[in-house]
């Protein structure tokens, strides 16, 4: 087993745990709770709240309870913004990761309110998190602004508007720095502010988790071009359907491959770095690069 | 002019200028912030943010750029919830105070994010407004809490389950103190907490809140049978086409009215009680039930 599956298999029922549980315990209406469960329980590989941990972990922090509260915040924040992507006047998906989305089995009504209650939920956990004040304040201000309306909220309205049209590289970059890249850069800033981070290595944290955001969403328009619909469990080549630009798109195949890789040697580079500082092990961070690499058999 | 016009003369301004500014300075997307400054614009009464600064404004404390920041948030989260309440999906209304909705002039991917944004945005105001941070962390939990799973959105759930259903008056009571009464009891709670009071004052605030809440319901069920679409700006008679139970429908015109007379009441001796503990001016507040009543021109 990789590293990294090994510390998925790990981290990942943590965080689920905690996630499931305040939910549970949160939620008055029992169908808006399946609801929620639902999407919750149709997993994906919970990328971001497992790099927060990462990074707790990499400066030899605990992983503890709040850590895990900050964790499960995050993907909820993901989560909500997934089933209402998916809705049908936004992206009009019937899958996702090979499951029939939140709306195809509870409605469109349903849906809405599960993405709302999510979204909800997650300041509330935040809010409620065991941290100390001003950590729990800096963080709440933190993944609402990269949740928000100059983040992901924006990325994906200007995603909506880009349909259909031809976007520059420039664009592109722009509406996927906030779309996926805030929240991403958020998991990386955010464990560094649990792990009592300085100013300037939180900056380091940021330029790293920059170029990982961006190697994450190249990779994804190379997936997408590569692979079949079988492998990535949801219907193939949707971008190319809706007229999207994509990566392949403006840089061609070979390209975006290399935008990739020089993205993730980039991201190397600051890991490397960080290490000088000691207390630093990059390990696990690592792997993650490692996982975004399109292999050549994919 | 009566004592709630004037009050609510002098103080909406200052709570649109805390919202546009904030939107206006916190939106990287032109179409979002237009969506999202539509909605705000649309105005409405501003009962909840008045209702807040009523009451921190009744104990004789200063109602300073916090103080509205905390009734901005309020009103942002009222406003999300009207944007999405108003989709297809869901009441599916075309009109709102007399404006086409969100959707109708911006479509309804625009209007979910609007709807998403606002809520975030709501959250990130009150993150950063200037307020010491262990009173902002509680009115963080008590806000989110409130909109949350347990109570606006847990409400809207399970009104939207209601709906071509027979419900009891217990159902409907259950159904209305989590949609409209949760964000009602934030506003008068949230002001005592804001004027600093102690936690038996807070619980007779919360009390108060439940019995104004309440009648604010019923008064809206009430004069949904009895007024003309002109007259609210809105398509009357909305309720009895999607087959939802109301007060009227379940007591009778007569007895949903005496119900308000009632709840009423109650708030009037709650404000009577507050009164003896010196310091509390019930003007503002009382103006508030009397513009609950239900007048007999109505």
């Not at 939180?202 to 079949?228: C, K, M, P, Y």
Request: glycine letters at 6%; one cysteine or more.
């Amino acid at each position: 087993m990789s590293k990294l599956a090994q510390f998925t298999k790990e981290q990942s029922p943590h965080i689920e745990d905690v996630m499931v549980r305040f939910i549970t315990q949160q939620t008055s209406d029992t169908r808006l709770a399946e609801s929620i469960l639902y999407s919750i329980h149709a997993g994906g590989k919970r990328v971001r709240p497992l790099l927060l941990v990462a990074t707790v972990a990499a400066f030899d922090k605990p992983v503890d309870l709040p850590v895990y509260q900050c964790a499960a915040a995050l993907e909820m924040v993901h989560t909500y913004s997934l089933i209402h992507d998916d809705l049908p006047a936004m992206d009009d998906d019937d899958l996702r990761r090979g499951k029939p989305t939140n709306h195809t089995v509870y409605g469109e009504a349903m849906a809405i309110l599960a993405g709302d209650g999510l979204l909800t939920a997650a300041f509330q956990l935040l809010a409620m998190a065991e941290l100390a004040a001003d950590q729990k304040i800096l963080l709440l201000q933190q993944l609402s602004q990269a949740a928000g309306t100059k983040g992901m909220v924006a990325g994906q309205a200007a995603d909506v508007q880009g349909e259909n049209q031809a976007l520059t590289l420039e664009e592109l970059m722009g509406i996927h720095a906030r779309k996926t890249g805030e929240l991403i850069r958020f998991a990386v800033v955010a464990g560094g502010v649990l792990a009592n981070q300085s100013e300037a290595v939180l900056v380091e944290l940021d330029q790293f988790a920059q170029h990982i955001g961006l190697a994450f969403q190249i990779r994804d328009d190379v997936l997408d071009v590569i692979s079949t619909t079988e492998e990535l469990g949801k219907v193939v080549h949707r971008d190319d359907a809706l007229a999207k630009s994509t990566y392949p798109a403006l840089l061609g195949l070979e390209g975006a491959k290399a935008a990739l890789t020089d993205e993730l040697t980039k991201a190397r580079q600051i890991l490397a770095h960080l290490s000088t500082y000691g207390q630093f092990d990059a390990t696990v961070l690592a792997a993650f690069i490692e996982e975004f690499e399109v292999k050549e058999n994919q």
